[in-house]
């Protein structure tokens, strides 16, 4: 198989994961997995390899094979995975599992190589800019930064007691986080660069974005500049598009006839993929909010989604 341009998957309850033609939305290639449902999906750097997060195992997939079998597998978790990343190079993998861990794991060699103990079932994690510093939310309502240089916990916050953090993200350039619970609020700190190396979290803004759940909240890419935007996905069946500047509302898509789980930006932020309890994944416009393409196929609700259509680094 010749290597895609852009690398579009989405996982479902009905134990499949599938790659699509972004642009027709024909579904070219499915893998079954059978033995647990798949949380997220992640494509590392290079196009090369979609990462599976499942329970309790991550599995890594050839983007450019018809191959059914994984090429690896990580194994240290002992319950959900619910969230992978990769650092910009693609040389780690790290993961946040309900078992209550933060890991990192050498693509290059076997096993786990560091952990950190959250203490509650971790649902979020994502890599600063920085490559340096991960950002992990929790269902107790903790984020906690864990410095991968001093190999501890260097910040520790609690926006709101007992409130589960859904999704974090952080802005391209460090500059801010925002974290979204499940009451529908966002909490938006600026990040500040301190004499150390440690990362200071200065409040900046507390939206209420959503009635329902918020599933996912996604800062927008480098390359969508000069507008910054926050989507956030909920269980209302929205996914709402913010300005950062001042946090007002741009626009409503609607479309979805259930949960929104997941969401990801183009490369260029000029358009968003969506995954829904509906079995659908969709693609949006971010120009006029209107839906461009259903990708129908899943039986059961879609609640992950992977896009990668940018240059390998």
């Not at 926050?230 to 609607?254: C, M, P, Q, R, Y």
Request: net charge negative; with cysteine; proline share 4%.
């Amino acid at each position: 198989m010749s290597q895609p341009s852009v690398v579009l998957a989405t996982a479902s309850y009905d134990h499949t994961i599938r790659f699509w033609e972004a642009k027709s939305g024909r579904c070219y290639r499915t893998i079954q997995y059978l033995e647990s449902q798949v949380n997220r999906l992640e494509i590392t750097p290079d196009k090369r390899y979609l990462a599976a997060a499942g329970n309790p195992h991550i599995r890594l997939f050839d983007v450019n094979s018809n191959s059914p079998q994984p090429v690896m597998s990580y194994d240290s978790h002992t319950n959900n995975v619910m969230a992978v990343g990769f650092q910009c190079d693609g040389n780690w993998m790290y993961s946040g599992s309900e078992d209550g861990t933060v890991k990192i794991w050498d693509l290059r060699a076997p096993g786990c190589q560091r952990e950190y103990e959250s203490r509650a079932a971790v649902n979020t994690v994502v890599l600063h800019p920085n490559q340096t510093e991960l950002i992990s939310g929790d269902q107790n309502g903790n984020i906690r930064v864990w410095d991968l240089t001093a190999n501890s916990c260097s910040c520790e916050l609690v926006p709101e007691v007992d409130t589960s953090v859904r999704s974090l993200t952080v802005m391209w350039d460090g500059s801010m986080v925002v974290a979204a619970n499940n009451r529908g609020t966002c909490y938006v700190w600026r990040l500040l660069r301190g004499t150390q190396t440690m990362t200071n979290f200065e409040p900046l803004h507390k939206l209420q974005a959503h009635d329902g759940y918020i599933l996912k909240c996604l800062l927008s890419p480098e390359l969508c500049e000069p507008n910054r935007y926050l989507a956030t996905a909920s269980s209302d069946h929205t996914v709402k598009i913010w300005n950062v500047d001042g946090f007002t509302l741009e626009k409503t898509l609607e479309g979805h006839q259930r949960w929104v789980w997941d969401c990801v930006f183009s490369v260029d932020g000029a358009f968003l993929i969506t995954a829904s309890s509906d079995s659908t994944a969709r693609l949006w416009s971010m120009s006029n909010g209107e839906e461009m393409k259903i990708y129908r196929g899943h039986q059961k609700a879609t609640v992950c989604c992977a896009l990668h259509d940018g240059t390998e680094p």
